[in-house]
């Protein structure tokens, strides 16, 4: 089992950053690649980001490119999302996930049913 907990959310104008921590405990952290996950209000779930096991490789969605990065520190358990330049359309509920190695690709990893592990989001709203 992986228990993955969400924090950093919150309230930011158009244009501001905010950055998401996911902090994670259980079994070996550096088994897994983490995704990060939006859903937005009436919207299903869409993948984000995602980096690899060794923190080496990142995979992102087109419409966070050049804005979101993600990062990990295995020694402390932890994945990172700093997100810059935001814009209202990145309002959502955004999920930490953790997936088992399959794939060397790390564009391999942009499905949900990959990702064994959740956690229970944190709400991120951009203000226009």
């Known amino acids: 089992q992986v228990q993955l907990v969400e924090s950093g959310g919150g309230l930011v104008q158009a244009g501001g950053s905010l950055r998401l921590l996911c902090a994670a405990s259980?079994?070996?952290?550096?088994?897994?690649?983490m995704g990060w996950f939006r859903q937005a209000p009436g919207k299903e779930r869409e993948f984000v980001a995602v980096?690899?096991?060794?923190?080496?490789?990142?995979y992102y969605v087109d419409s966070v490119k050049g804005r979101f990065i993600v990062s990990r520190d295995n020694a402390k358990n932890t994945v990172n999302l700093q997100m810059n330049s935001l814009k209202p359309e990145d309002t959502a509920v955004y999920y930490c996930?953790?997936?088992?190695?399959?794939?060397?690709?790390?564009?391999?990893?942009?499905?949900?049913?990959?990702?064994?592990?959740w956690g229970q989001g944190t709400q991120v709203t951009v203000s226009s």
């Open positions: 996930a953790a997936a088992p190695v399959r794939y060397y690709l790390m564009r391999m990893y942009d499905s949900e049913t990959l990702y064994d592990y």
């Open positions: 259980g079994r070996t952290f550096n088994n897994y690649a």
């Open positions: 980096i690899s096991w060794g923190g080496d490789s990142t």
